[in-house]
Every structure is written in structure tokens, then in C-alpha cells.
Nanobody, 125 residues
Framework: QLQASGGGLVQAGGSLRLSCAASGGTFSRYVMGWFRQAPGKEREFVAGINWSSSSTDYADSVKGRFAISRDNAKKMVYLQMNSLKPEDTAVYYC????????????????????WGQGTLVTVSS
């Protein structure tokens, strides 16, 4: 089970830190990703991190502003979001790519097999 939290209302230029808690399973083996879906838009990849944290990937729209990290001992994944913009407003989801020990981070939503519920991030202008 994946449980995302940390969303909320923030002014443009502000910061938020999203957390995703995993329970059960063998969390440390899997690539973890963050996706988002804005109203009326398709779900899009935001960031991903492989099992060892040796590889990360980001959407161009968030590079330099967002940072993904994980703590395998705590079964947690984080998304630090800085310099937030109104266009970052969306429901954010964490997801697991259940291919074990994968090195590369895949960016398609179809590559992720397990999803948590979303957490809403609203950025006001």
C-alpha cells in the first residue's frame, strides 16, 4: 500500500514536501515515481528514483525545482518541491514500478504497476 501526504495550499514561489509511505512488500527493490494530474489534463510523470537512489529522472517542467529522494529503511519516498508555480497545481500520486532491481527510471504511467491515492497541491498566484 502506498500513502501519499503533504499536499496543501501554497503561494507561488513557496515550497512543499510530499511524502509517500509504503507498507508491506519489498519496497527497497523498486523504482518509485511521482506523477501528477491537473484538472482536465492527463496524468504526467514528475520524477522517479531507482531502488538504490543511483538514478533519478525529472520532467523538464520541474528540473531544478523539484527533488526526489527515498529512505529504504523507512519505506519512504519524498518529493521536495521548491519555487512552486500555479501550473504545478495538481493531484500528486506516488507509484511503484514493480520490476525488481531496475536501474533505469521509466517515465510512462503504464510502466508503474502500483499506485497510491493522490494528494492535492494547490499553488496560488
Amino acid at each position: 500500500q502506498l500513502q501519499a501526504s503533504g499536499g496543501g495550499l501554497v503561494q507561488a514561489g513557496g515550497s512543499l514536501r510530499l511524502s509517500c509511505a509504503a507498507s508491506g512488500g519489498t519496497f527497497s527493490r523498486y523504482v518509485m515515481g511521482w506523477f501528477r494530474q491537473a484538472p482536465g489534463k492527463e496524468r504526467e510523470f514528475v520524477a522517479g528514483i531507482n531502488w538504490s537512489s543511483s538514478s533519478t529522472d525529472y520532467a523538464d517542467s520541474v528540473k531544478g525545482r523539484f527533488a526526489i529522494s527515498r529512505d529504504n529503511a523507512k519505506k519512504m519516498v519524498y518529493l521536495q518541491m521548491n519555487s512552486l508555480k500555479p501550473e504545478d497545481t495538481a493531484v500528486y500520486y506516488c507509484a511503484a514500478d514493480l520490476g525488481p532491481w531496475r536501474i533505469e527510471v521509466r517515465v510512462g504511467s503504464g510502466d508503474y504497476n502500483y499506485w497510491g491515492q493522490g494528494t492535492l497541491v494547490t499553488v496560488s498566484s
